[in-house]
């Protein structure tokens, strides 16, 4: 069964403080995949895992706020919520794909 993308927010012991899961529109996947090939919104693998650390979360920030207006759905804000959270507590974000 696809379970769908879930982003986990992790502080520096990687104990997991918070999630957000995809929408059924797969919004949030949808907007990674629509990254060019050398962005971190493209980095994130829809079938395995992917880790953030804050350096790269700044940068994913930036790509994530730069998507057109009608890309950055509830879903796609949520992350950046979580994304600024994790950066927040020196953590990461944890993509677990399907």
Request: glycine share 6%; net charge negative; aromatic share 10%.
């Amino acid at each position: 069964m696809n379970m769908g993308m879930a982003v986990f927010i992790e502080n520096q012991l990687h104990e997991r403080i918070g999630e957000v899961l995809d929408d059924r529109d797969e919004s949030f996947m949808r907007a990674c995949e629509s990254g060019h090939r050398r962005s971190l919104l493209f980095a994130v693998d829809r079938h395995g895992d992917t880790m953030f650390n804050p350096f790269q979360l700044t940068l994913f920030l930036k790509e994530l706020r730069e998507l057109p207006a009608e890309a950055r759905t509830d879903t796609v804000r949520a992350v950046e919520r979580a994304a600024e959270s994790a950066i927040r507590e020196r953590g990461y974000l944890f993509f677990s794909g399907d």
